[in-house]
């Protein structure tokens, strides 16, 4: 008897366990060009702390992370609304300051502090790299909704100062890093830790359904708290994290048109990119393989007889196939696939669109499965 109570604790336990969801969007209308893929390559140069090998023109940037999936927030008291890029590829949330002149920062919303009841000063300066300039501003505290999860004393960036073109066109405000916390400018304690404990989550996992055939009001679900079963098929395939920054971890291999792209080598989960960056030899055999122009160009005559991608992620095969890794907009064939002097794998969105992914940060693993 006492055996099957605690079986039936658990599983009422698991049943009660609750998931909350933010509705992800995707920029409407949005026509990708090559000068949006360099933009967006200048970005990931910074967020990886990556060399810059050429000059990236200024007016380049102006559509640089208009490809991004994005959801709304509240911080203060009474409340104050923003949409941030949910980045699973770095560990800060910042948001534009009402003090600031910057083109980017008057054409999104700003935080007012004066008007919010909760506000608490710290002053702190922060600063971060993007592209042709620095982010900078100062740290303050308040209280940060993230649909209906309040998480009290959460301390983000005010941005003061936002130069050159980054973010003018930008869909969202600011941004909410979800990666851990060793990567936090200033050691900031990221949203999703202060969300676990101060117990706003029965569970320490977050997970991404991402719409790759959405729209601007449905681009898929960003879930706290749990992974969603009727959104992906079969079962989550777990690897351990082998790395606490980025959600890094070991790939066993990844295969193209017969060559073998990589053995056992590093790969990271990034929401915060469009799309997939490789080393460099795969970068060239694939390059090569699609016949890829100096602008980044495919003969879309070909798209469809090109062959399928697959990744090996804890002996699960993970196949992109053209429709997936080739960008088709306004009449052009673009490859998603970009080297940047890494000696690791960067999938993002061109992956993540196709594989629902759950970031389980009280075990250190990140599993992956066909989205249905």
């Known amino acids: 008897m006492m055996k099957t109570f605690v079986i039936l604790s658990i599983l009422v336990a698991l049943a009660s366990a609750e998931l909350h969801r933010v509705s992800v969007h995707k920029e409407q209308n949005f026509i990708k060009t090559r000068e949006n893929v360099l933009a967006e390559k200048a970005y990931l140069r910074t967020k990886y702390r990556l060399p810059t090998t050429r000059a990236v023109n200024e007016e380049q940037l102006s559509n640089s992370l208009n490809m991004a999936y994005y959801g709304a927030i509240s911080i203060g008291t009474p409340a104050q609304s923003f949409k941030v890029l949910f980045d699973s590829g770095s560990s800060n949330l910042w948001i534009p300051s ?10 999104h919303n700003q935080y007012d502090s004066s008007a919010s009841s909760t506000y608490v000063a710290n002053g702190e300066s922060f600063s971060i790299q993007y592209g042709t300039g620095s982010l900078t501003g100062y740290l303050s505290t308040d209280t940060v909704d ?34 851990y916390k060793s990567l936090a400018v200033d050691s900031v304690t990221p949203p999703f830790y202060n969300m676990v404990s101060q117990s706003l989550v029965d569970s320490s996992v977050f997970s991404f359904y991402l719409a790759r055939d959405g729209s601007a009001t449905d681009g898929g679900e960003l879930i706290f708290g749990g992974s969603d079963a009727s959104l992906y098929t079969g079962d989550l395939t777990y690897v351990p ?64 007889s090109l062959p399928d991608l697959t990744f090996n992620i804890g ?13 088709q907009s306004d009449g052009n064939c673009m490859s998603a696939f970009e080297y ?33």
């Open 98 to 107: 009402n003090t600031c002149q910057s083109t980017a920062c008057l054409s």
């Open 146 to 179: 993230v649909n209906g999860l309040k998480i009290v004393s959460q301390t983000f960036a005010e941005s003061t100062n936002e130069p050159g073109t980054n973010f003018n066109n930008a869909n969202f405000d600011g941004i909410l890093g979800m990666a």
């Open 241 to 304: 994290i082998s790395e606490q920054g980025y959600w890094q971890f070991e790939m066993t291999s990844a295969s193209f048109d017969g060559y073998t792209l990589c053995d056992d080598c590093q790969a990271i989960a990034d929401t915060g990119t469009s799309l997939i960056v490789a080393p460099y030899e795969a970068y060239e055999i694939l390059s090569e393989l699609l016949n890829v122009d100096d602008d980044g160009l495919v003969d879309c005559s070909t798209v469809s």
């Open 315 to 327: 002996g699960t095969d993970f196949t992109l196939k053209p429709s997936a890794y080739i960008i």
């Open 340 to 372: 940047m002097g890494t000696d690791f794998w960067i999938l993002g969105d061109v992956f993540i669109g196709q594989y629902y992914t759950e970031f389980d940060l009280g075990n250190n693993r990140i599993g992956f499965a066909p989205v249905a």
